[in-house]
């Protein structure tokens, strides 16, 4: 079982920044692919960005290319979201989420077997 805890969501202006962590037990947090997730309201939960176990390949959603970056701690058990240039429409509940089994990042929500509660990320234009 692994839980993860997020943090670091708030109120920011278009343009902003901000960095969201997600803290994970137990310490075998190196065995998994970590991914964030978001969800508007109204819409599905979309994929934002993913992280290979070492840290060495990362994959992206389009909307956020060359805007965030993600990496990792395993000596934290932490993953780590640095948001930039953020517009309105990244407004979201973000989630981070673990991936037992994949070989590469994968975008995939139904891939990913452990979830955070979320954190809610507001753009004010």
């Known amino acids: 079982q692994v839980q993860l805890v997020e943090s670091g969501g708030g109120l920011v202006q278009a343009g902003g920044s901000l960095k969201l962590s997600c803290a994970a037990s137990p310490r075998s947090f190196i065995n998994y692919i970590m991914g964030w997730f978001r969800q508007a309201p109204g819409k599905e939960r979309e994929f934002v960005a993913a992280i290979s176990r070492g840290g060495g390949r990362t994959r992206f959603a389009d909307s956020v290319k060359g805007r965030f970056t993600i990496s990792r701690d395993n000596a934290k058990n932490t993953v780590y979201l640095q948001m930039n240039s953020l517009k309105p429409e990244d407004t979201a509940v973000y989630y981070c989420?673990?991936?037992?089994?994949?070989?590469?990042?994968?975008?995939?929500?139904?891939?990913?077997?452990?979830w955070g509660q979320g954190t809610q990320v507001t753009v004010s234009s």
């Open positions: 989420a673990a991936d037992p089994r994949g070989l590469q990042p994968r975008d995939e929500a139904y891939e990913y077997d452990y």
